[in-house]
T-cell receptor
Framework: DAKTTQPPSMDCAEGRAANLPCNHSTISGNEYVYWYRQIHSQGPQYIIHGLKNNETNEMASLIITEDRKSSTLILPHATLRDTAVYYCIVRVSNSNSGYALNFGKGTSLLVTP | GAVVSQHPSWVICKSGTSVKIECRSLDFQATTMFWYRQFPKQSLMLMAT?????????EQGVEKDKFLINHASLTLSTLTVTSAHPEDSSFYICSARPLAGGGEQFFGPGTRLTVL
């Protein structure tokens, strides 16, 4: 799986958009970008994933650059409950694949009042 | 949908005893489940991959005789920490990949193990 690079920490004011960057310059053509988050002392929560097109769901938006070497997770209106460690993971998505997720250190997002 | 449960949520045991942790996919079937552990202020580390009806695949450095994994059905996997010692104290998390899905995994809430 391609390696990812994320800033160790970020702050965001409540109500503002939180933009979390991720670099994955060695990503290959069949690798997807996944985002998970982990609130303190809980299991990780799936947020969103994409291949090359931008994706949006009820939680967030995922913007992937045209060369696919980086992406940004956007939480449009951050709340205090969005304070968590956010993990960007690149891996092959194959319904027959049993590949686990390799968690890096992630970005610790602190949403402040 | 896509809910994974773990039981117990926390456990305290004496050194030398064995502890069993259950991981269940409540509303979907999962041929593959994964076991992770997380030490304080560290990221999740994969311990093993569990496939229904077959032996688990362990990551390098994880003792298969100490961490027994059983995946007897499409909705249940168990991790037994045998002869637990204080250094086994950790946060154990399972995840499950739906049989019919796009590759995403869903995680349980985790089990906090403290060995005295």
């Amino acid at each position: 799986d391609a390696k990812t690079t994320q800033p160790p920490s970020m702050d965001c004011a409540e109500g503002r958009a939180a933009n979390l960057p991720c670099n994955h310059s060695t990503i290959s053509g069949n690798e997807y970008v996944y985002w998970y988050r982990q609130i303190h002392s809980q299991g990780p929560q799936y947020i969103i994933h994409g291949l090359k097109n931008n994706e949006t769901n009820e939680m967030a938006s995922l913007i992937i650059t045209e060369d696919r070497k980086s992406s940004t997770l956007i939480l449009p209106h951050a709340t205090l409950r969005d304070t968590a460690v956010y993990y960007c993971i690149v891996r092959v998505s194959n319904s027959n694949s049993g590949y686990a997720l390799n968690f890096g250190k992630g970005t610790s997002l602190l949403v402040t009042p | 949908g896509a809910v994974v449960s773990q039981h117990p949520s926390w456990v305290i045991c004496k050194s030398g005893t064995s502890v069993k942790i259950e991981c269940r996919s409540l509303d979907f079937q999962a041929t593959t489940m994964f076991w992770y552990r997380q030490f304080p202020k560290q990221s999740l580390m994969l311990m093993a991959t569990s496939n229904e009806g077959s032996k688990a695949t362990y990551e390098q450095g994880v003792e298969k005789d100490k961490f027994l994994i059983n995946h007897a059905s499409l909705t249940l996997s168990t991790l037994t920490v045998t002869s637990a010692h204080p250094e086994d104290s950790s946060f154990y998390i399972c995840s499950a990949r739906p049989l019919a899905g796009g590759g995403e995994q869903f995680f349980g809430p985790g089990t906090r193990l403290t060995v005295l």
